[in-house]
C-alpha cells in the first residue's frame, strides 16, 4: 500500500479564515490535539507576520514532538530569517516558502518577469536550504500557471534544494481531472521529478476541494495539504477529515494509507471549531451533527435491521461516541467521567470537578445536555488545565 503524509495548516492558511484569530494558548491546544491525531507535518504560523505568531511557531516548535512542525516564508530573506528563529529549537526544522508563478500573479501582484521570478526563487530556496535540512517550496496559483513555465521552475527549485514540491490550487479554481492531469504532467514533464515529494492544496472555491485532492493522490502526489473542517480564505481548504475518511473507506479503490488516528477526528474537529468560533455546518461530511443521524422511517427501519443499508461510515470510526445515554439533571459524577472518558478527554480530578459542576449547572437550566455541549464544558476545562 502507498503511504501518503497528511499536512495540516489549519494554523496558518486555517487561521486565514475571516474573523478568526487563535492566541498562543489556544494554538498549542490545537496543535497537541494535531499530534494526537496523526499529522505528519504541522505547519503553525507564518512567523513573519507578527511577533506574536512567531512567538506561537516557537511554543509548538518546542513541545511537538510526534509531528514534523512547519512554517510559511515568502520568497524574502527576512521572512526566511524570521521563520528560522521560530523553528530552530525543532527537531527537524522544516520550511515552507512560495512564490507564485501564474502570469497574473507574476505581473499584476509581484511585477516580475518569469525569468526574474525563476531567479528569486532560486536564490531564496538555496539561501533557506543553508538554514533548514527540510525545504518546501510552493508554486503559488500553481493550477492557473503555464505548464511548461511551471515544469520549469520546478526543475530549478529542485536542483535549488527543495525536497517537498507544492502545486497548489490557490483560488479553488481545477476541476478533478485537471487537476490530476497537472501531477502526471509534472511526474511526466520535470526531469529530476523523482527526487521530491509532490504536495496537493486545494482551496474550496467551487466545492471541488475533495475531489481535486483526491486525483492528485490517484496522479502522483505523496502529500496532501488541508485544514480541519476545511476552515481558510474564502471558501476554505480541503478538509483533511474527510479525505482520511474517504481514503479509508475507498481503500478497496484507493489502496492508500496514512498515519492518521482516525478515530480522534471528532474530537480534533470540536476543539478547531470551538476555539476559532467557526459553526460546522450540520450536513458536514464526516464531522456534522447529523452525518450519522437517520430521520426518515424507511431509513431508521433499515438502520435497525442492518446498519450497513444507510450508514457506509460508523461514528465509532471518528471517534463519536454512539452511546445514547442522555445526560441530564439527575445524572450522577460517574456517567459524567464515563461520558467524558468516553469522548477521549483525560482530565485530573479537579478539572474533572469543575466540569461536573458547570455541567450541573447547564443541566438545571437545560433539559437535555447535547454532545456539543459537553464538548464545550470538557474543553474549557482542558484549557485551563
Ligand atoms: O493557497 C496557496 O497557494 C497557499 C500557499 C501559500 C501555499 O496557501
Ligand atoms: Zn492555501
Redesign the pocket.
Known amino acids: 500500500m502507498r503511504k501518503i503524509d497528511f499536512y495540516d495548516t489549519t494554523l496558518r492558511?486555517g487561521e486565514q479564515s475571516p474573523g478568526v484569530n487563535l492566541n498562543t494558548a489556544e494554538k498549542l491546544e490545537i496543535a497537541k490535539q494535531l499530534e494526537r491525531l496523526g499529522m505528519d507535518v504541522i505547519e503553525a504560523g507564518f512567523p513573519a507576520a507578527s511577533p506574536g505568531d512567531l512567538d506561537a511557531v516557537r511554543k509548538i516548535a518546542s513541545t511537538i514532538k510526534n509531528s514534523s512542525v512547519t512554517a510559511l516564508a515568502r520568497c524574502v530573506k527576512s521572512d526566511i530569517d524570521a521563520a528560522w528563529e521560530a523553528l530552530k529549537v525543532a527537531e527537524c526544522p522544516r520550511i515552507h516558502i512560495f512564490l507564485a508563478t501564474s502570469d497574473i500573479h507574476m505581473k499584476y501582484k509581484l511585477k516580475q518577469t518569469p525569468e526574474q521570478v525563476v531567479n528569486t526563487a532560486v536564490e531564496m530556496i538555496k539561501y533557506a536550504k543553508s538554514l533548514f535540512p527540510v525545504v518546501q517550496w510552493s508554486a503559488e496559483d500553481a493550477f492557473r500557471s503555464d505548464r511548461a513555465f511551471l515544469a520549469h521552475i520546478v526543475e530549478q527549485a529542485i536542483n535549488a534544494g527543495a525536497s517537498i514540491i507544492n502545486i497548489?490550487d490557490?483560488v479553488g479554481y481545477a476541476t478533478p481531472k485537471e487537476y490530476g492531469e497537472l501531477f502526471k504532467y509534472l511526474k511526466e514533464n520535470v526531469p529530476n521529478i523523482n527526487q521530491v515529494k509532490l504536495s496537493a492544496?486545494c482551496?474550496d472555491d467551487l466545492g471541488m476541494a475533495v475531489a481535486n485532492t483526491l486525483a492528485a493522490i490517484e496522479n502522483g502526489a505523496d502529500q496532501v495539504e488541508g485544514t480541519i473542517n476545511g476552515i481558510?480564505?474564502r471558501a476554505g481548504?480541503v478538509a483533511l477529515e474527510e479525505v482520511a475518511v474517504a481514503l479509508y473507506t475507498r481503500k478497496d479503490f484507493y489502496n492508500i494509507q496514512s498515519n492518521l488516528t482516525l478515530n480522534e477526528i471528532k474530537r480534533s474537529s470540536q476543539l478547531v471549531s470551538q476555539l476559532t468560533g467557526m459553526v460546522i455546518q450540520p450536513n458536514k461530511a464526516v464531522v456534522g451533527k447529523n452525518a450519522f443521524a437517520h430521520e426518515s422511517g424507511i431509513h431508521q427501519d433499515g438502520v435497525l435491521k442492518e446498519p450497513t443499508t444507510y450508514e457506509i461510515i460508523t461514528p465509532e470510526l471518528i471517534g463519536e461516541a454512539s452511546n445514547n445515554l442522555v445526560l441530564g439533571k439527575h445524572s450522577g459524577r460517574h456517567a459524567f467521567q464515563d461520558r467524558a472518558k468516553l469522548m477521549g478527554f483525560d482530565l485530573d480530578q479537579e478539572a474533572l470537578n469543575n466540569a461536573f459542576k458547570e455541567f450541573k449547572k447547564l443541566a438545571d437550566r437545560k433539559k437535555e445536555i447535547t454532545t456539543e455541549d459537553l464538548w464545550t464544558i470538557l474543553t474549557n476545562q482542558q484549557l485551563k488545565d
Open positions: 492558511d497548489p490557490t492544496h482551496h481558510g480564505e481548504n
